[in-house]
């Protein structure tokens, strides 16, 4: 098997990377490197399995030879990213998606977009299933990433339905994990660096909103048997165990031994209050369902910060 992953040198990307390469699968990556790192790649060096194509996927996407899947990954991804580079997201979201899904009908290839749970904005309902339409705001700064996300998920589906593409959706919620950036401005990131610096942890509002965070071994998961599965609507993968920010800065402070103590500032704007994956339809459609807790996760996430904060 051939595949295509756009946003290879990302976070998840390269955890998908390692997933196909580690399967005897022949990998093409594509990445501009505008968020991802080649260090998150730099273990396959020399791989006759793995190739890394530097290229913005908003421009025309040309891959030589056959090709059996496309993931598209290409985007940033925290709001720290999307603050900065609002329009690239968007371009990436829509010109990106287009491409992506050109280069799949080209080949006959199979074809799997990474969405999100931002496309369900701040929520209504809760938890979220698959069914429900989302509350964004279009026009705050998260707009550009939710909306992105959105019409790429429109595209995508527009793709199906006119020419018969094989698509697959996938909502991804909160993930985490080696490889992570330090400084990409999302709490779990954000919460272990301060906590093993020993610097106060800045939690937004009152701590009360919530998130559910997925170790990224059971998202890879997830998303493998997605793209198998015989299903083209939008899938949501990640963990159902939902926990306040605050109480999790709480943990992160325990596990870490650190002596930070909790600041508090003004809430950002459009910041969602509730975020929990309603799984039912992965638990039946792919008989998925997350393994690691949050606390293994953590364990399992800790080492690598200290690593690289040399801490």
Known sequence: MRVVITGAAGFLGSHLTDHYVAKGCEVVGIDNLVTGSRANLAHLAGSRRFSLVEHDVSKHIDVEGPVDAILHFASPASP?????????????????????????????????????????????????????????????????????????????????????????????????????????????????????????????????????FCFVSDLVAGITRLLEADYPEPVNIGNPDEVSILDFAKEIIALTGSQSAVVYRPMPVDDPQLRRPDIALARRLLGWEPKINRLEGLKLTIPYFREKLGV
């Open 80 to 212: 720290i990213d999307y603050a900065k580079l609002p329009i690239q997201t968007l371009k990436v979201g829509s010109l990106g998606t287009h491409n992506a899904l050109g280069l799949a009908k080209a080949k006959g290839a199979r074809f799997l977009l990474a969405s999100t749970s931002e496309v369900y904005g701040d929520p209504q309902v809760h938890p979220q299933k698959e069914s429900y339409w989302g509350h964004v705001n279009p026009i705050g700064p998260r707009g550009v990433y939710d909306e992105a996300k959105r019409f790429a998920e429109a595209i995508t589906m527009a793709y199906h339905r006119v020419h018969g593409l094989q698509t697959r959706i996938v909502r991804i919620f909160n993930t985490y994990g080696p490889r992570m950036r330090l400084e990409d401005g999302r709490a779990l990131p954000a919460f272990i660096s301060q906590a093993l610096r020993n610097e106060p942890i800045t939690v937004f509002g009152r701590g009360e909103q919530t998130r559910s």
